[in-house]
């Protein structure tokens, strides 16, 4: 068959198009976006050297690599409890590295002495009073005794309690949904291309049989046997076609038993009126459809010719 014979499937492939471009767009401009705006470099999980974190946590810090995941190892407890709205969320915990302390806040409501082995997945985050006030209650028990020499302790804490769980889930969700969504409906558009009959708005043509067969039939139709067209309105020898941006309707002639014509008044502005006709096709199943013009001559028009056809 000709391409010109395929005219109807050309129209499927416009409503879907329509539908496309948008998608095309979102998904260029996030792509865009993740190439020139490193938008979720902020989320990614760091793992540091172990041997070296405590020369590391200060670095990683001030270069905004502030989420981590690593096996923390000989953790112990601080005696102090981590609040949030007077409600335990934690627990203080420090470790020795290279004879220099790192203070951990662990998720906990319920704090162990001694934690042998733990995965943390955590932010750093800066509290500079918090810990100067742990380590002088530490040096005054004397758990410190003999390690007190110059940048002995980090002002830096790894907190489980601040890895933002919720913030990192949004976002993802924020630019994956769209490009998902993106993706389905190119997909869907290139299914479409190839086979017609997955389209959506073929589905209205099982009503007049077989919908493959019915859309060869329209291109043949459209193509060879057209006898009135007005922009998107199509009437051929056996069918009625109105081509919208994003939807294509199709209605058999002889299944139409009555047509009304209605005059209306649209308002296009608050203060404007504007004068417009409907008519509406009422079919042998009980279906009906409505077709809007504003010109009455050419609502006559089709009238006639659908009314000579069906």
């Known amino acids: 068959m000709t391409g010109r014979k ?28 993740f190439v020139r705006y490193p938008v979720l470099e902020q989320t990614r999980l760091v793992t540091p050297d172990k041997d070296y974190l405590y020369e590391q946590i200060s670095n990683m810090y001030k270069n905004g690599e502030t989420n981590v995941s690593f096996s923390a190892d000989k953790l112990k407890y601080a005696g102090f409890d981590y609040y949030v709205n007077g409600k335990i969320k934690g627990a203080y915990y420090y470790q020795f590295n290279n004879d220099k302390v790192i203070f951990y806040i662990i998720k906990t409501n319920n704090p162990q002495m001694e934690i042998e082995s733990k995965q943390v997945k955590a932010r750093i985050i800066k509290d500079s009073i ?11 028990e004397g758990n410190f005794a003999g ?23 949004m976002l993802y969700v924020l630019f994956a949904s769209p490009i998902v969504i993106s993706v389905l409906i190119i997909i869907y ?24 067969a019915i859309i060869e039939e ?21 069918y009625l076609i109105v081509s919208y941006l994003v939807k294509t309707d199709v209605i ?17 502005l608050p203060w404007k009126k504007q004068r417009a006709y409907k008519l509406r096709f009422i ?16 609502l006559n028009d089709i009238i006639d010719y659908v009314s000579v056809m069906c």
């Open 147 to 169: 390690r007190l020499v110059d940048d002995f302790y980090s002002e830096y804490v790894i907190s489980e309690c601040d890895y933002p769980v919720t913030y990192i889930t």
């Open 252 to 268: 058999k002639l002889d299944r139409i038993k009555e047509i009304e014509k209605t005059e209306v008044e649209k308002h296009i």
């Open 130 to 140: 918090s810990t100067e006030y742990i380590v002088n209650q530490l040096q005054e």
């Open 189 to 212: 558009t290139l299914l479409v291309w190839i086979n017609p009959v997955l389209h959506g708005q073929a589905r209205q043509l099982s009503v007049y049989g077989d919908t493959g």
């Open 218 to 238: 329209l291109n043949l139709q459209i193509g060879n046997h057209l006898v009135y067209r007005l922009n998107n309105i199509f009437i051929t020898e056996d």
């Open 6 to 33: 395929k005219r109807f499937e050309k129209l499927l492939f416009k409503n879907t198009l329509a539908l496309a471009l948008p998608a095309i767009v979102v998904l260029s401009i996030l792509l865009f976006m």
């Open 283 to 298: 079919t042998d199943i009980k279906t009906e459809y409505e077709l809007e013009l504003k010109n009455e001559e050419t």
